[in-house]
C-alpha cells in the first residue's frame, strides 16, 4: 500500500475516502522535529542493544540532521500519500540513508507510542511558552498596579457598588488568579514529564531497548510505569487543556471588566489607540476588540476542553485511532493563547485610568455603609442592631438624595442613639480603605506586601 507503514497484509490501497479520513499530516506536522528527536534517541538505544553497528548509527544520525534540516527549510514537506507524520519521516529518511538502514530504525518502537511521547514533548514546550506569555500579562498588571499605588475605585458585588478599595488591589486580585494559571501549568508538567517510548504498540519492546535512556535523552524525568497506560491515557492532554481553558476563563474576566471599564457610562479608562480598533461608519468609536476576542476565544478553549473529554470517554485500552483527535483541540488552544497572550499585555500595560473619575464614584451607591455598621460594632453595639441602624442611614440619605457623609448629626441619631459626629471619621473612602488591614485586605501597606510577595513568586518562575 505505497508508503503506508503497513502494507504487507493487504492487497490492494487504501480508498480515496478512506486515505482522505485516515490523514493527519496537516496538523500533526509540527510534532516533525520532535519525531526526528525521538528517532535520534530510538536510534541510540537500538544501537546500545546491538540493532545498529557503530558506522549505521553515525550513517542513521546523518541522515536524520539532514533530514531535520530539510524540514526546518521546508524542503522537505508530508506526501499527500504520507498517512501522518511518522509516515512521512521514515519516507523522508530512507530517501536520505537508503531503505536497508532507513528500515531498521523502525524496530521496537509503534506509532502508538511514537505519538503519545512527541505530544507530550510539544504539550511540555508549549506549556513553558504559554506560562512565560501569562507572566507579561502579570507584568503588564504589575506595572499598572506601580504607577497607581493610592487610587481609589468602587469595589463590585453582583456589579452593585459595594466597598471601596484600592484599583492595585483590584488588579492585584487578577495577577493572583493569572499566578495559579501558571503554576498550575508547572505542576501539569510533574505529572506530563514521563515518556511513553518503549511502549511499543501497547505490550512493551522485546529488543533489549531501555525506556529510561530514551527518557532521559528526550527530557523526561522518567519512562511511563505501564506501556499499555502509556499508549492509551490521555489525561496528560486532557489536564493541560482545563489549564488553558481556566486560563482562558480568568483572561476573559479582565477582558469583560476592560469593556466594561471603558464605556462611556463608566469611564474609568481609555484604550491606547494601538490596542484598539475603530468602526468603519461611525467615526467616534474606539472598539476593545483585545478585550473581546479574549472573552471570545475563552469560548473557544472550554469548547477544545469539552471536546476532548468527550473524544476520550469511554474508550477501552489500549489504543485507539480516535485518539488521533487528541491534537488538533490542544494545538488551537495554545495557537490561541499565543496570539492572544502578548495582546492582552500589551492592552493591559497601555490602559490608561482616569482615577479622578474611578475616585469620584468610590463612595457612591452607599459603598461606606458597611464602616458605619462596623464603627457601631467598636462602641460595643451588637451587628444586627448596627447593620438595621446603618440601613437606616441609608435609606435617610436616599430620600434627600445625599451622600452618607452629608447626613446631619439629627439624621445620624435618629437612625440610631450611639450615631454621635464621631463616626464622620470612617466616613471618607481613604478612611475605610485604611481600616482594612488585616492580611489580604485592601489597606495600601497591606497591598504594598501582597505586590512585593507576588513579584517574588514572579522572580521565581
Ligand atoms: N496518527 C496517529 C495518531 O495521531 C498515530 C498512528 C497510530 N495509528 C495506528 N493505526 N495505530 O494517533
Redo the contacts with the bound molecule.
Sequence with gaps: AGGALWGGRFESGPAAAMAALSL?THF?WRLAPHDIAGSRAHARVLHRAGLLSDDELTAMLAGLDRLAEDVRTGAFTPAPAD??V?TALERGLIERVGPELGGKLRAGR???DQ?ATLFRMWLREAARRVAAGVLDVVDALVAQVERHPDAVMPGRTHLQHAQPVLLAHHLLAHCQALLRDVERLRDWDARAAFSPYGSG?LAGSSLGLDPAAVAADLGFAAPVENSIDGTAARDFAAEIAFCLAMLGVDLSRIAEEVIIWTTAEFGYAVLDDAWATGSSIMPQKKNPDVAELARGKSGRLVGNLTGLMATLKAQPLA?N?D??E??EPLFDSVEQLDLLLPAMAGMLGTLRFDTDRMAELAPAGFTLATDIAEWLVRQGVPFRVAHEAAGACVRAAEARGVGLDELTDEELTRCCPHLTPEVRSVLTVKGSIASRNAHGGTAPERVAEQRARLVERVRDH
Design positions: 493527519s500533526d498517512e501522518d511518522h509503534s506509532r502508538n505519538v504498540a489504543y485511532r485518539l488521533q487528541d491534537k
